[in-house]
């Protein structure tokens, strides 16, 4: 996501001057905080509760506008400096991530993003369809098929899905919960209105893109401050 829109943005917009001794003084954007920047990009922060740094760390070396929060970050409360600085507007993105919260938690966390953000995205693989469970179920016995081209080396992963088939089992299984716990978009905004924080001025969209032919569907629901 970050390649992408940093390259669709860097397309659009005339380079900068690169900046100097003073303003590049301190921390850089493979360190746990994330500097100012001038150059038009969008600097993505990755933050969890239980922060994954060695995975993090790998991913920001990859990229100069992708840095972490090493600390755990709750949420529902995100930390001040977290939130707009410098004039920087704060977009949330919750990427495969907001069917893991329960309606409390759910709600405590639009609540949070609606009084700091200035606006966020819920994306989510799987929706709570008949042709979603579909597109899973699928997606189990497809591990059948695929196992000795990608794991033919791993007695453990051959053993798991042939003669014991967990590994199918248990992916089946976690995308027939997660499916059923992903709320539709008239469910997001309907927490929205009740979560105790003034909706006033936001303007939130929705839609739906294929990514698996022909019943697996990618949700999202996009809200922006004006």
């Known amino acids: 996501i970050e390649r992408d829109l940093n390259a669709q943005l860097s397309s659009r917009m005339p380079r900068s001057p690169p900046p100097t001794a003073t303003e590049s003084k301190g921390l850089t954007p493979r360190s746990p905080r994330a500097p100012p920047t001038n150059n038009g990009a969008v600097n993505f922060v990755l933050t969890d509760i239980h922060p994954h740094i060695p995975d993090w760390t790998e991913a920001s070396k990859r990229s100069e506008n992708l840095s972490f929060v090493s600390e755990s970050v709750d949420a529902s409360n995100a930390p001040a400096s977290l939130n707009a600085q410098d004039g920087k507007k704060i977009f949330r993105l919750y990427n495969l991530a907001f069917h893991h919260f329960d309606n409390k938690l759910g709600s405590d966390i639009l609540r949070n993003t609606l009084e700091t953000a200035d606006g966020f995205g819920i994306f989510e693989l799987q ?28 007695p453990g992963h051959l053993f798991f899905t042939y003669i014991i088939p967990i590994i199918p089992f248990v992916l089946i299984f976690d995308g027939y919960i997660s499916s059923l716990r992903t709320r539709s978009a008239e469910e997001v905004q309907a927490m929205m209105k009740e979560c105790g924080a003034s909706c006033d001025g936001w303007t939130v969209k929705n839609g739906k893109e294929q990514h698996t032919w022909p019943t697996g569907y990618m949700t999202w629901v996009i809200g922006v401050k004006a």
Not at 129 to 147: E, P, Q, R
């Open 127 to 154: 929706e709570r369809t008949i042709s979603s469970l579909i597109t899973i179920f699928a997606m189990g016995l497809l591990m059948f098929l695929i196992t000795p081209f990608y794991f033919w080396r791993s």
